[in-house]
T-cell receptor
Framework: DQQVKQNSPSLSVQEGRISILNCDYT??????FLWYKKYPAEGPTFLIS?????DKNEDGRFTVFLNKSAKHLSLHIVPSQPGDSAVYFC??????????????FGTGTLLAVQP | SQTIHQWPATLVQPVGSPLSLECTVE??????LYWYRQAAGRGLQLLFY??????ISSEVPQNLSASRPQDRQFILSSKKLLLSDSGFYLC?????????FGPGTRLTVT
């Protein structure tokens, strides 16, 4: 079962506008949510995270919003730049009994920022 | 700072051949280590994780195995590769609020 879902496989926005990437999850036991950016043939790069006890976290152009009642989070990028074009993965950390916390990923959204 | 090394960067192997991918971590001790795979057009799937030397947990039944012979070394292996083993393999170490990923290994099974 897909515990973390990114229902939009792709998104295209104009440079300077806002990019909004969405993610839904099913497991209410997740305690941290993370966003990663990935270029082809490279490892994912961490962007921003949010604890489940918060509803917003901001870092420069990146803001993550968490709506626990809806089990939904979103990443806002403002303003969008051509260099932001990449695949964005949403991930959730779950504590599965004991010391091991595993990171569960969504399927990714390909963001294309048009100049 | 933490650094993750993976090798080789790319690998082309015939079906039925063995596999060994290596991951080493610098700048941390007793890390939780993970192997992920990204198949073509798919997300990142967790394959194995390890909380310490000799401790391996498998997430999905498959043709692969993992070992952790040293604190900062994590190895992914197979005795006989299948076509379906093709993909991009990523090693990661994780802590409370972020995970760090290596550069990945592109495996093509022919």
């Amino acid at each position: 079962d897909q515990q973390v879902k990114q229902n939009s496989p792709s998104l295209s926005v104009q440079e300077g506008r806002i990019s909004i990437l969405n993610c839904d999850y099913t497991n209410s036991m997740f305690d941290y949510f993370l966003w990663y950016k990935k270029y082809p043939a490279e490892g994912p790069t961490f962007l921003i995270s949010i604890s489940s006890i918060k509803d917003k976290n901001e870092d420069g152009r990146f803001t993550v919003f968490l709506n626990k009642s809806a089990k939904h989070l979103s990443l806002h990028i403002v303003p969008s730049q051509p260099g932001d074009s990449a695949v964005y993965f949403c991930a959730a950390r779950g504590a599965h009994g004991g010391a091991t916390n595993k990171l569960i990923f969504g399927t990714g959204t390909l963001l294309a920022v048009q100049p | 700072s933490q650094t993750i090394h993976q090798w080789p960067a790319t690998l082309v192997q015939p079906v039925g051949s063995p596999l060994s991918l290596e991951c080493t971590v610098e700048g941390t001790s007793n890390p939780n280590l993970y192997w992920y795979r990204q198949a073509a057009g798919r997300g990142l799937q967790l394959l194995f994780y390890s909380v310490g030397i000799g401790q391996i947990s498998s997430e999905v039944p498959q043709n692969l195995s993992a070992s952790r012979p040293q604190d900062r070394q994590f190895i992914l292996s197979s005795k006989k590769l299948l076509l379906s083993d093709s993909g991009f393999y990523l090693c990661a170490w994780g802590q409370t609020s972020r995970w760090y990923f290596g550069p990945g290994t592109r495996l093509t099974v022919t």
